[in-house]
């Protein structure tokens, strides 16, 4: 059975995080900081970089949605987001996990089998960290992808289903699965992967998304769908990585529900 995601329902959903502006406490990495911030505010949400291992438990417990990004690791803040996750956990907020380069080191694959351990609602990453969480290996060269999302479909159904979680592959057409539905979100413009980070932000949208939801499978794909317009709209002006990356920013600002009304519906398949 296929039901859809109309481009009102996403719209819908983009009000209802505006209205919502969720507190969203990042654990993300040096490169993405910043620009992952602005991206949070261009879409309607509050974020706060927090990370000392001293107050993450405390300051994810007031958060409406917690992102934690292993881009760049180091042992004091493996601790912190550990505190972050378990104390989200016990609260009943909503997380998201971005892998970061998990294929890349033992280190990286350790850090994220302990945070895995502790159920992400949501994992975003691009088809090779997706590929290498999901079969335990390596992959990827380094944050970059060495794979296709349509080469990391089964890993992600078979990661989500592991899980029980959702699963979003980012690349030209992303895929987000929950292990009993898999939607496609096409979308988005090739400078995105030429801009550092924007992945990384990415993650927080979703859980900007996901704060503001009852099904985080939909509120995945509304966060692509947005991101996937933005980014396309961005493409129309920019010159280069340089200019897409404000371009980007400010369409992201500027996307209403109108707007969104023309984008396809995006099909919700039955895998049962
Ligand atoms: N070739 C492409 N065409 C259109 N959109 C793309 C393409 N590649 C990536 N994107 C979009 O770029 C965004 C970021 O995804 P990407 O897969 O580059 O993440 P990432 O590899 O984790 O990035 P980073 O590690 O730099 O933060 C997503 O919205 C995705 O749809
Ligand atoms: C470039 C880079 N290095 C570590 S994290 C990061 C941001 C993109 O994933
Ligand atoms: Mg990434």
């Known amino acids: 059975m296929t039901t859809t995601l109309t481009g009102a329902d996403i719209g819908a959903r983009l009000t209802r995080l505006r209205q919502a502006a969720p507190l969203v406490h990042s654990l993300t990495n040096y490169v993405a900081m910043n620009s992952a911030a602005n991206v949070l505010l261009a879409v309607g949400a509050s974020p706060a970089m927090v990370h000392a291992r001293e107050e993450a438990a405390e300051f994810a417990a007031l958060a409406d949605a917690v992102l934690i990004n292993i881009g760049t690791l180091s042992p004091h803040w493996v601790e912190a987001m550990v505190e972050a996750a378990t104390s989200a956990g016990e609260h009943q907020t909503p997380w998201v996990l971005d892998p970061v380069a998990v294929g890349a080191t033992a280190y990286r694959r350790e850090s994220a089998a302990r945070l895995l351990d502790l159920r992400p609602s949501v ?60 939607v496609r979100v096409p979308g988005g413009h090739p400078l995105m992967p030429r801009v550092t980070a924007l992945g990384c932000a990415l993650s927080g949208v979703v859980a900007a998304f996901l704060a503001a939801d009852q099904d985080p499978l939909v509120a995945t794909c509304a966060a692509l769908a947005c991101y996937g317009e933005a980014g396309s709209r961005a493409g129309r002006t920019a010159q280069g990585p340089g200019s897409f990356a404000v371009a980007f920013v400010d369409a992201l600002h500027q996307l209403n529900p109108e707007t969104l009304l023309r984008r396809e519906p995006l099909a919700i398949e039955s895998l049962d």
């Not at 944050?143 to 289903?161: H, W």
């Open 123 to 182: 994992i975003r990453g691009n088809a090779s960290e997706i590929i290498a969480l999901a079969e335990d290996g390596l992959g990827g060269r380094g944050v970059d992808s060495t794979a296709a999302s349509d080469d990391a479909v089964q890993a992600a159904v078979a990661l989500a289903r592991r899980q029980e979680a959702v699963v979003a592959v980012t690349d030209e057409v992303d895929l987000v699965t929950d292990g009993r539905r898999l």
